[in-house]
């Protein structure tokens, strides 16, 4: 979310701005359940290389 304070405003708008940001509904994504979900065969800053090649 984006907020603009515009040269100008009074500090009531802005906090009044600033707090919309701060209680809009936020995305929660739970990043510890991919924790640990590949297994790796062999180094991947080998298999990274591999990819990289394949475009040649």
Same mark, same amino acid.
């Given at each position: 979310? !984006? /907020?603009?304070?515009? $040269?100008?405003? =009074?500090?009531? &708008? #802005? *906090?009044?701005? @600033? &707090?919309?940001? +701060? %209680?809009?509904?936020?995305? +929660? !994504? *739970? @990043? +510890?359940?991919?924790?640990? /979900? #590949? =297994? @790796? !065969? &062999? *180094?991947? @800053?080998?298999? =990274?290389?591999?990819?990289? %090649? &394949?475009? $040649?």
């Amino acid at each position: 979310m !984006i /907020t603009k304070v515009k $040269k100008g405003m =009074q500090k009531k &708008e #802005i *906090d009044s701005l @600033l &707090e919309k940001h +701060k %209680n809009s509904k936020k995305r +929660k !994504i *739970d @990043l +510890k359940k991919y924790c640990g /979900t #590949i =297994q @790796l !065969i &062999e *180094d991947p @800053l080998v298999t =990274q290389k591999q990819m990289r %090649n &394949e475009w $040649k």
